[in-house]
């Protein structure tokens, strides 16, 4: 078991540059989600998809972000022209749901990218 | 919208009790999550609670009241690695997971 896989780990980019982040998740997890994380507060939902679908989006996801996951494995979250509000801890997390139990399915965390906007 | 309120800070003595509590007010409800995160980790999944009462898996416990929207997590015979950040968590629907703002305990020797 590899766990949640995250690349980079950590980015800093300049204000108005586009970045791209990489999660791997636990192999059989059909679930895959997106949360943001500031100093001093828990994640923030951003985005999730069930296999290759993304069934939703959170409104603190503008129009510069975007997410895919094609084929239903890793998924890639991009940010363009970046902003100095953008700067937080980058979260990727996977489950497994099964018809009727998904309930008490736990989410699984990758180690996050931590973005710098400078 | 979703609500979910925590301490911000607790501070504990090694060896002690330390009970973290959460209130919660949701749209829906279908499991409160504990989890644990270290600085510059991830969280990591501790407990789960779907129906009233306790559960208990080794040194850490949880609690959950739906008709209070309350839980709580116990943490007993405290150690140094205990120190991180506690996070409670809510599942309003069928996927996503509503956090609190966490609580830092610090265990002290």
């Known amino acids: 078991d590899t766990g949640v896989s995250q690349n980079p780990r950590h980015k800093i980019t300049k204000r108005g540059q586009n970045v791209t982040f990489r999660c791997d998740p636990i192999s059989e997890h059909n679930r895959l989600y997106w949360y943001r994380q500031t100093l001093g507060q828990g994640p923030e939902f951003l985005t999730y998809f069930q296999n290759e679908a993304q069934l939703e989006k959170s409104r603190l996801l503008s129009d510069r972000f975007s997410a895919e996951r094609p084929k239903g494995s890793f998924s890639t979250l991009e940010i363009q022209r970046t902003e100095q509000g953008d700067s937080a801890m980058y979260l990727c997390?996977?489950?497994?749901?099964?018809?009727?139990?998904?309930?008490?399915?736990?989410?699984?965390f990758g180690n996050g990218t931590r973005l710098t906007v400078t | 919208g979703q609500n979910i309120d925590q301490p911000t800070e607790m501070t504990a003595t090694e060896g002690a009790i330390v009970q973290i509590n959460c209130t919660y007010q949701t749209s829906g409800f279908n499991g409160l999550f504990w989890y644990q995160q270290h600085a510059g980790e991830a969280p990591t999944f501790l407990s789960y609670?779907?129906?009233?009462g306790l559960e208990e898996k080794g040194r850490f416990s949880s609690f959950l009241s739906r008709s209070k929207g309350y839980s709580y997590l116990l943490l007993k015979e405290l150690q140094m690695k205990d120190s991180a950040s506690y996070l409670c968590a809510v599942r309003d629907g069928d996927y996503k997971l509503s956090f609190g703002a966490g609580t830092t305990v610090t265990v002290r020797a």
């Open positions: 997390a996977s489950s497994l749901s099964h018809p009727g139990r998904s309930y008490n399915s736990p989410l699984h």
């Open positions: 609670n779907v129906l009233d």
